[in-house]
């Protein structure tokens, strides 16, 4: 080992001791630095990760490493040095393995410098470091092998510059072979065989934050082959070309063609094996979470996932499909023989592509594939299906990606949350083959349902209810014996064990008025009690079908394992007089994005307030609410009266079409659902909120280059888009957990009564930052030349505005007291009206009715990519929060958010970037001068040290 380490530090101060390592170093990290800075356009961005970093590092690894290497061996030969080195009594592998040391050791200095850009992300943004760890672990990894080839080629020659050359040409051929450019347009077999070979395809996975053995056993592999074969080079120049010597030159071949072949048949045994890596990211975001895990254990049923993938697709898809497999061997996995995985192209199997196209609505689609001298259309397949027993459902190429522009105008296409998406899925298939039966059967204990009734004072309309819900508690509870029990209860009898007050303590259930001017009282309640929860159950009517929906909506939201169902309302199509008369649309909204996202998780259904909403209905989501009548307001209280969640994006204003200029214009949404939450101690108010952190606005540009008219994008501060950091965020709520920003568009601040929710539970989920001011003018317009900054004059009340809250607790009707509205037939509604809540009621209110709009997310994605995504996230948490769907909530909380930067300024940006160049420059010098101080003293002949060293172990 000493001999090793003398001949690595011979050649350490030789290169630091020259102004070469200044030279090579400072290049790379000259490049690096630009690339990062420009080429990437970091703050651009506005994302706090190193990927620019480590993007180009296969390639500018491929030129450092040549030129680290070129002179190693080839100017030993030139000067007449090597002759000298193979005389000495150290072995060929003891000079190579030093001669390797000596460059891996310049590698890690230049690696090193680069350390100043991950400190600096992090010191503007929430870094994940596992993707960082994995970088330079990959980095290292990857100059290894590199630097492996490049002493080969240069012992293999006497010119520096034939070395550089030769071994940028090898490296870069490694690279390039399994680059998409040639992997996309191979396919098939041969592209996942040249995957497997190219360093660059490999570095991916492990730059990701992913350490597979399999990648580590490549990159060694190839080192350790690459170091025989100089190894092998340099036994043969100690031996002659006669016949003499040829018994040695064949062992020695031998010996190297056997590593060879070993090495290669290890990495063909280990490709297949996906499980032996290790999950560097801070969520853990590559790897099964706990619920996923728990969820498979729990199938009774075998569950099929069915990839369909085309070897013949996109060139930016294919390398996708080795990480799905990945994922979906641990499913296999964890699932323990319950899950069957299989991944085919149809194009091999027309039977499973017919069945995939008649039975389940898999299609091609259709892709376009740009080559160097032509464009063609791919029909591809990049979809996965999941069965489990009778119920199925897909996931397509769009549902599984996401595609995020570069500064070049190039994308990046990756997974979106892949474990998510399946999991979602699996689990929304699995919850809706089960029954009611299956649900009782999961109860540990029998649940109990009990009708508080006093059957003396019903009125007439109610006379047949016991009977009604009698029958339906005994018809069910013969699905499942000895798992529900039944019981009438009149708590106004003596003998019922249990009080009036008790119920209102333990239930929250008050008696109902006989009718609205009469002091007589009557109880008719639901309670279903099982191990999970207490429910009560309010049916919209007591028909038979109506009270059996009712139970066993109850029974399945109280069972583990179900899937829930979403009532989503939104505003329908309105037209407006435009300014010549002619009737032109009121709203630019859409929210198809909201209802895929919800779709991935329950079973999302439309709602007309007109009527009662479900009871199978576990939560409400108002989108924007408007033009509400009396009794559609009375059912959205009544629905929350009932112990449901409703949740009320719930702003002042909405965006609309300035008929004149033709820009965006607000206009204010009338008879929505303000005057219900006052009464439940929540007022938003007819304000807007404008903050200098804000999501920029993209504006098209008019840009003249050589006589010619350009048009693009550009970004302005836009104090409308209110962008929500963590420290304005409930910490620890899970509506808000791991998420790294929000942004509400054009919010309205939400006032809460503290002296009316004084019994609740009241959180305040989202604040602007404290230099938040509001206005109480609708103009959107920003003017630039009056308010250069931020195109708006600043207001004088600033401070954190309060943008989102969640109450939960018992809540008193808005129609107490009051006789219910009729209606239009001019009929009452049937059901006695709730005039309190049980405790386990929830209400959330957001002061956007615009942030879950299409409109507002393609705004958002022309600048910052999927970051729109945080906005969907956060009312799936909060529905998860609502249904208590705490497993949901666990994994979307792993899922791969974006990290963002802090908001600055451009001088901040320029300090920021200035200050790398200043510390690497200074790395620089002193690397400059702590070589010349070894220079001055160096002793003339180092080499002589080795040979002294090799001596005195060779007389031991």
Known sequence: MRQIVAIARKELEGYFGSPMALIFVGAYLAVTLFVFFWMEAFFARGIADVRPLFRWTPLLMIFLVAALTMRQWAEEARSGTLELLLTLPVSPVQLVLGKFLAVMAQVAVALAL??????????????????????????????????????????????????????????????????????????????????????????????????????????????????????????????????????????????????????????????????????????????????????????????????????????????????????????????????????????????????????????????????????????????????????????????????????????????????????????KTVYGFQSVDSALASFEAPAELTLFVTPSRLPSTLADGPEVVRRVAQEIAAKAPDKLVYREVDPTAPSSGITPQQLAEEYGIQPFAASLFSAETYYFHIILKTPQKVQAIYPNDLTEASVRLAVESAIKRAAPGFLQAVGLWVPPDLNAQGAYGQMVPQSLSSWQALDRALRQEYDVRYVDLKNPVGADISVLLLVAPQGLSDLERYHVDQFLMRGGTVIAAAGRYAVTEDQFTGGLALRKLENGVQDLLEKYGLRVEEKLVLDPQNEPFPVSVARQVGGMQFQEIRAINYPFFVDVRSDGMAAGHPIVANLPAVTLNWASPITVDEAANSGRQVTILLQSSPNSWTSATADIQPNFSLYPELGFAPGEDKGRKVLAVAVQGAFDSAFKGQTPPQSEEGKAPEAAPIERSPSNARLVVIGSAEFLDDLVFDLSYRLSGDRYLNSLKFVQNAVAWATEDQELLAIRARGSYTRVLRPMSKGAERFWEAANYVVALAALLAIGIWGSGRKRSQRPIPLLEARDVAKEEASR
């Open 114 to 427: 680069t350390l100043f850009l991950p400190i600096t992300v992090s010191l503007l943004g929430n870094l994940d470091w596992g993707p960082v760890v994995g970088g330079y672990l990959a980095a290292l990894l990857l100059a290894a092998a590199y630097t492996a080839v490049g002493l080969f080629v240069s012992s293999r020659t006497d010119n520096q510059i034939v070395s550089l050359i030769g071994t940028a040409l090898l490296c870069g051929a490694l690279y390039l072979v399994g680059s998409e450019g040639v992997v996309g347009s191979l396919g098939g077999g041969l592209g996942n065989l040249l995957r497997a070979i190219g360093t660059g395809s490999r570095f991916a996975s492990i730059e990701r934050g992913v350490v597979d053995v399999r990648d580590l056993v490549y990159y060694l592999s190839l080192a350790a082959l690459f170091l025989s074969l100089n190894v092998l080079s340099l036994e043969g120049g100690r031996w002659g070309r006669g016949e003499a010597s040829r018994p040695q030159r064949r062992a020695h071949q031998l010996a190297s063609g056997l590593l060879a072949v070993n090495l290669i048949l290890m990495n063909v045994w280990l490709y297949p094996l996906r499980g032996l890596r290790v999950d560097l990211t801070a969520q853990r975001q590559y790897s099964l979470s706990p619920a996923t895990r728990n969820l498979l254990k729990g199938l009774r049923e075998p569950l099929l996932i069915r990839g369909y993938f085309s070897e013949k697709t996109h060139p930016l898809l294919a390398p996708l499909v080795s990480n799905i497999r990945d994922m979906l061997e641990e499913y296999r996995v964890a699932g323990g023989g319950k899950v069957q995985v299989e991944v085919l192209d149809p194009a091999t199997d027309p039977e499973k592509e017919n069945e995939a196209n008649q039975v389940y609505g898999i299609r091609p689609t259709p892709f376009q594939v740009t080559g160097r001298y032509e464009t063609a259309i791919v029909n591809a397949y990049f979809d996965i299906l999941i069965r489990y027993g009778d119920q199925s459902a897909t996931l397509g190429f769009r549902d599984l990606i996401e595609v995020k522009e570069r500064p070049d105008g190039t994308v990046d296409v990756g997974l979106r949350n892949l474990e998510y998406d399946l999991t979602s899925a699996i689990k």
